[in-house]
């Protein structure tokens, strides 16, 4: 049985599988490859490679991925995010199509996985909660958008160069649009309606595989690669086979920005749809035996002619839709992969082109993020602003700047939230009645001469500064003259030295104003930060805030110190 590496513990393959279901799940295999095949040639001319690079993408990495994935049902594969990405990191040091853009991509996949083997090492799962939906739906969107414009090109008969940036691919588009051809855009039209209407009535169909075969069989009968329509030509036959990327080590550093970006990608995406389906369907999901397996799956890659595997959310939903719960199906969809590699390559020539780009085109579409925009707008227009800022730089400066500034904006807005946490007034019972981030706090006091204040995140150096202003604001607000001040610590998981030092400048503050402070359910770990920052002297800690009020509305209260407490 293999290891998890990162816990320790020992788990076994196909967790889940048993007699009863094993023919259902060897049925959502059959529907995994069915809907594979298509897509993974499509995205590999996406990234700018050969359809055998996302072929091969199917068979040994997606193999090691669910031998070692914690995730029962999370199906690892090249996607349309990561394809676009790699298209556009490579494309600026290599020209697509020749050896060294292949060899950058197989160099680019083995990065990815070493960073997600230290990412597991590191136990940094955790980084799938960092970048916000904002972020993510923006950057994807930009990506989606770029990807559509080449599947036009494609559907329409119009040559472009995919390898250029948005702007130029879509004046190119334009500029070319007198050479479209006929039959290319019927056969994506029809292709459309199929996939579009075919889904709408029976979701279970494999509708790509059928567009495909139907659009290739027209091709043959009718003669439509002598009369323009472009199709995919020759696919080499035979197995993966075992290799690794020469290059310097000048381009192998080039490589890593791009490799970051996709694990980071990965990681936001990918862990939280495992998290999902392990939620819905009541299994233990690891998130860094999850990343170790993508490291794994990454490394499988680069070594055998594939090219960088994320995380599949469509086929993830559509092996679910299938009754799949276990890795099983990602292995039959490797087996019949290879078996195509062995025997059917020649059945490959003749897909149009058009008819891959429909494919493509309609599985992109949700990718734009329409409803995921609208309902920014609806319910926060700053992070609408997030999403749309991501977008933008991500279609007309490229993705790797895009997924920098997605990163930024993900620190702008982590520190927005942070530096303006709950800082209220309590009453008796503990019920907030003032917020203290008010521009003009009503001047509540919990009882008389008494006010409890509650912070609600960490004391650090984001959120400092609102702190020592918030706890004076209370005092000088105050609708009668306060004499006691507590600070309820039960929200407070932290104290860095910025915090220390506001904390501190604060009880000075409340002393020159003759202001006894005090504190009230202290967690035991951020006691021990406040002692090592000599913060408590002087200074009473209360079990409760009760307490706090009890014993401040005595005479002697005031007498009490905190080695008494």
Not at 123 to 151: E, H, R, T, W, Y
């Amino acid at each position: 049985m293999p290891t998890d590496h990162v816990t320790g513990r020992f788990t076994r393959p196909f967790a889940g599988l048993t007699r009863r279901n094993v023919v259902q799940e060897v049925g959502a295999g059959v529907t995994l490859l069915a809907i594979a095949i298509p897509l993974n040639i499509g995205y590999a001319q996406i990234a700018g490679l050969p359809p055998t690079a996302g072929l091969y993408a199917l068979v040994v990495p997606s193999i090691v991925f669910a031998l070692t994935a914690s995730s029962r049902q999370l199906v690892a594969s090249p996607d349309a995010a990561a394809s676009a990405l790699v298209a556009s990191s490579i494309g600026g040091l290599a020209v697509a199509g020749n050896a060294d853009y292949a060899t950058m991509a197989l160099a680019q996949a083995i990065i990815c996985g070493v960073v997600f083997l230290l990412a597991a090492v590191f136990k940094l799962g955790f980084l799938a909660s960092f970048l916000s939906k904002p972020v993510l739906v923006g950057f994807i969107a930009g990506l989606a958008l770029d990807i559509l414009v080449s599947q036009a090109a494609k559907m329409l008969g119009v040559p472009i160069d995919s390898s250029k940036e948005f702007v130029e691919k879509l004046a190119e588009l334009g500029a070319n649009l007198d050479e479209t051809d006929v039959w290319s855009v019927v056969i994506a039209i029809v292709s459309v309606l199929v996939l579009v209407v075919g889904r709408r009535f029976a979701r279970l169909v494999p509708w790509a595989l059928v567009v495909l075969v139907t659009s290739t069989v027209a091709v043959v009968l009718l003669d439509l690669d002598g009369a323009g329509v472009d199709v995919l030509g020759e696919v080499p036959a035979g197995p993966p086979t075992l290799t690794w990327p020469v290059l310097d080590w000048a381009t192998w550093f080039a490589l890593v920005p791009s490799a970051l970006a996709l694990v980071l990608v990965t990681i936001a995406e990918g862990l939280l749809v495992a998290r999902a389906y392990a939620e819905r369907h009541g299994y233990r999901d690891e998130p860094n035996r999850d990343l170790f397996a993508f490291g794994l799956g990454n490394l499988a890659a680069g070594a055998s002619g594939g090219y960088v595997i994320g995380a599949s959310a469509s086929r993830t939903a559509a092996t679910d839709a299938a009754g799949s719960r276990t890795q099983l199906p990602a292995v039959v969809a490797a087996i019949g992969t290879l078996l195509l590699l062995l025997f059917g390559t020649a059945l490959l020539a003749d897909i149009p082109s058009p008819a891959i780009g429909a494919v493509v085109a309609v599985a992109v579409v949700p990718l734009l993020g329409a409803p995921e925009f609208l309902q920014l707008w609806r319910t926060s227009r700053f992070e609408f602003v997030i999403a749309a800022v991501c977008f933008a730089v991500t279609l007309f400066v490229g993705a790797i700047p895009g997924i920098l500034v997605a990163f930024v904006l993900a620190l702008i807005n982590l520190a927005r939230r942070a530096a303006r946490p709950a800082l209220d007034v309590l009453a008796d019972d503990d019920r907030p009645t003032d917020s203290l981030l008010d521009p003009a706090p009503v001047g509540s006091v919990t009882a008389p001469g008494i006010v409890v204040v509650r912070l609600g995140a960490p004391l650090f150096f984001a959120n400092a500064s609102s702190f020592a202003d918030a706890v004076k604001a209370a005092v000088e607000h105050a609708r009668s003259p306060v004499r006691h001040l507590v600070l309820d610590c039960e929200s407070i998981t932290d104290v860095d030295i910025t915090g220390a030092e506001a904390f501190a400048s604060t009880r000075k503050w409340l002393t020159e104003h003759d202001v006894t402070l005090g504190l009230s359910r202290v967690r035991p770990e951020v006691r021990k930060r406040f002692e090592r920052f000599q913060l408590l002297d002087g200074v009473t800690v209360y079990e409760t805030n009760r307490d706090a009020v009890a014993r401040n509305t005595r005479p002697s209260a005031t007498d009490e110190t905190n080695a008494q407490a």
